[in-house]
């Protein structure tokens, strides 16, 4: 074709753009996010209830959270009341729900949420074992001991492994030990405390320490690099949650009060409040957590005034996720109600009734929240995609300029 002349043949384009964010996924790879536990991430986060799918992976529970990296969802479940067929830690597409693969765990499944890093994953089983289980595959690479407390076969190892420092980290709650491995399964070596601990609570890592909890019962301190014991915190109940750590702050909550700590071990503030298994989350300086109160409580993080609560007639034994201006969790009565609340005032967002008990944890990545419940459904909410679809008609030479409404991205489309 001569370019002096000017075609005026039009082509007609058939034109489908996805107008949503172009951003790489927030990987949420162990519980509550990162090694400090803050249960805080950045990006977009579901403002309405929309359920983009829901998946039974076996006849189990799910009590534990949700672990994501990239397009892939890991999720353990645990024996219900006398069923123990088909239990596992299961792997899953995270846009459709569709079981990619499963590792049984020794056949009793597990309680614990998965820790990632690159192609291996670390998650404690009901048979009390840490195992390392390859992520493309779901193949056992190997198991080690670590609970052996033959009175409480249900709770073994309920317990989140940490991934900090190239180690992977694990208590054991009968004894109060914290477990250090390498990634090959070699235990590095170990801290053992007074007795037993909150079958849930698991360790936190910052600045090259670990924060863990004792039998005492106490919040232990410790020098990874040499396994030292900086100090250690009383408390006069036991620990029941997973520490949370923030602005040189630690956070946690021992049966019947709320504490903060400083990085010293000298105690900031406390605020009496009944807490099971409901582990702080910290964001826009506040921390958030559930009780058995049946509220879900926002304290100013510096000094420990209550921001708000919010009474949700049931009690709170999921750890709260906060992303996008919004605390997510799930309460633990029958009707098993998914909350989404404005981190701000706490004001309801939206809610979503699954008709069970929800004991686990939320997690977010890439715009998505994904909880599970004690029927065994995993539940994925977000934003479907938003597509355009048309003819449009380009002469040589013209392009045709698009920006997507919820990213802000520009598009420019030329004729071929």
């Not at 536990?37 to 403002?47: F, H, K, M, W």
Request: aromatic share 12%; charged share 15%; net charge negative.
């Amino acid at each position: 074709m001569n370019p002096k002349t000017r075609t005026k043949i039009a082509t007609t384009v058939l034109l489908i753009l996805a107008l949503t964010t172009t951003i790489a996924a927030a990987d949420w790879s162990q519980f509550h996010h990162n090694p400090q536990r803050t249960g805080n991430v950045t990006g977009d986060a579901p403002l309405t209830d929309t359920l983009l799918w829901k998946t039974k992976p076996s006849v189990g529970c799910i009590e534990g959270g949700v672990s994501i990296v990239g397009e892939r969802v890991y999720v353990a479940t645990c024996p219900p009341m006398g069923a123990y067929s088909n239990l596992g830690l299961f792997c899953l597409d995270n846009s459709t729900g569709e079981i990619l693969w499963r590792n049984p765990l020794g056949g009793m499944g597990g309680r614990s949420t998965p820790a990632i890093s690159g192609d291996r994953i670390f998650v404690g089983s009901c048979t009390g074992d840490l195992y390392c289980v390859n992520a493309s595959d779901g193949k056992t690479i190997w198991h080690e001991a670590i609970e052996n407390n033959p009175t409480w076969p249900w709770y073994r190892t309920g317990e989140s492994p940490l991934v900090y420092e190239d180690k992977v980290f694990i208590s054991g709650f009968s004894d109060g030990t914290l477990h250090a491995f390498d990634f090959d399964g070699n235990e590095l070596w170990n801290i053992t405390t007074s007795g037993g601990i909150g079958s849930y609570t698991s360790p936190a890592a910052s600045d090259g320490r670990i924060f863990f909890a004792g039998g005492d019962p106490a919040l232990y301190c410790a020098n990874i690099s040499d396994h030292s014991i900086l100090w250690a915190f009383s408390t006069s109940d036991d620990i029941t949650t997973t520490p949370a750590i923030e602005d040189s702050m630690v956070f946690f909550a021992a049966e019947k009060k709320m504490y903060a700590v400083d990085m010293t071990g000298g105690e900031v503030w406390n605020r009496s409040l009944k807490v099971t298994f409901s582990s702080p989350a910290v964001a826009y300086g506040n921390v958030y957590i559930g009780s058995d109160e049946k509220r879900l409580y926002c304290f100013n993080a510096s000094n420990g005034d209550e921001v708000w609560n919010k009474s949700v007639n049931g009690t709170i034994r999921s750890s709260p996720a906060v992303a996008d201006g919004t605390v997510y969790f799930g309460k633990n009565t029958g009707d098993g109600t998914v909350y989404a609340l404005n981190a701000t005032d706490g004001s309801v967002r939206w809610r979503y009734d699954t008709g069970n008990y929800v004991m686990a944890s939320p997690s977010v990545s890439d715009g998505t929240l994904f909880i599970g419940s004690d029927t065994g459904y995993l539940y994925a909410f977000g934003t479907p995609d938003k597509f355009w679809k048309g003819n449009v008609v380009l002469l040589e030479g013209e392009t045709l300029n698009v920006t997507a409404e919820n990213s802000g991205t520009n598009y420019t489309i030329n004729r071929t």
